[in-house]
């Protein structure tokens, strides 16, 4: 009787699990057939295929750059020009010099890519060109290391080079003839030293007249008794910066107003430049050149007496 009834029992069992397999497969067909529920189960949890968007790459730098004007910005767009090559192999920039005013009538009549210049253009270029500010150069009055003199007034360095005073002794030096060197009419550093030294005075023709920074320092060291002009990064040990007004030349004394003679370097441009020359100059202005290279060189930044 007990194995009687257990296999009746294992009879209803399993025909329990075939209806409901039965059922189950109905369900899962209706489902399907409805759309509400996938037949796998992982469809919704499958991670997407398709292709991420690569960042972009920016275009290759090419073409070539021509400089040409200030000597006393000269070294400052020089170091730039040999890094920027360095960074874009296929790049040229040719820096040359010839004075701030050549430098601006280049770039006006579309000889050169950028004019380099101690100055501010003359009114009768500034409709056609678009001025960039590099730098601020300090300036100085320098002396060969002969002349026992400090310091100058203002007033007595403009007598000097308008020919009124022509002996040290006049300024508290000793009993010796002044020899003047001078820039040529085109050279920013004159336009400097008359706007901010001469007061309107002429500057006297006796002297010798030199066609770039480099060579006024270079003559002020070899000639006795004789003084110049010249950005800071050209001093050498053979010349002496004088103190103007009793203030010795720095970044300080530029900052609060109390040193006179310095430059605002401008980079000037015939309109808006082209691709590489803004480049160019996008990188002169960069912060890892105005905080890498600009004081070293013995410039000044770019934003120094902005308020």
Request: proline share 4%; charged share 25%; net charge positive.
């Amino acid at each position: 009787m007990f194995k009687h009834v257990s296999k009746k029992a294992m009879s209803l069992a399993l025909a329990s699990i075939l209806v409901a397999g039965v059922a189950a497969g109905c369900g899962n067909k209706e489902e399907k057939k409805d759309g509400a529920a996938s037949s796998s189960p992982s469809a919704s949890t499958a991670p997407s295929t398709s292709p991420s968007t690569a960042p972009s790459k920016s275009p290759e730098i090419t073409g070539t750059v021509t400089a040409s004007g200030s000597t006393a910005l000269q070294p400052l767009v020089q170091q730039a020009a040999t890094e920027f090559m360095n960074k874009n192999p296929k790049v040229t920039v040719q820096v040359t010099g010839g004075g701030s005013g050549t430098g601006v009538k280049n770039v006006a009549d579309g000889v050169s890519s950028i004019g380099n210049s101690d100055v501010e253009a003359d009114a009768q270029y500034k409709d056609k060109l678009v001025e960039h500010i590099v730098a601020i150069a300090p300036f100085a009055l320098i002396v060969n290391k002969d002349v026992k003199v400090e310091n100058l007034t203002k007033q007595q360095a403009a007598d000097i080079y308008s020919g009124k005073i022509t002996n040290w002794k006049e300024v508290g030096g000793e009993d010796k003839k002044i020899q003047l060197i001078h820039r040529q009419d085109s050279s920013g550093s004159r336009k400097l030293v008359a706007s901010i030294i001469m007061n309107g005075a002429a500057f006297s023709k006796e002297g010798v007249t030199q066609d770039s920074s480099k060579t006024v320092a270079e003559a002020v060291g070899t000639t006795s008794g004789s003084i110049g002009y010249v950005d800071t990064p050209y001093l050498t040990e053979a010349t002496k910066a004088l103190k103007i007004d009793d203030v010795a030349y720095s970044k300080e004394a530029i900052k609060d107003g109390k040193y006179p003679l310095y430059g605002v370097e401008r980079m000037y441009t015939k309109g808006q430049p082209d691709a590489v020359t803004k480049a160019f100059l996008d990188y002169i202005l960069s912060k890892e050149f105005q905080e890498g290279q600009v004081e070293k060189l013995k410039f000044l930044p770019a934003n120094l007496l902005k308020k």
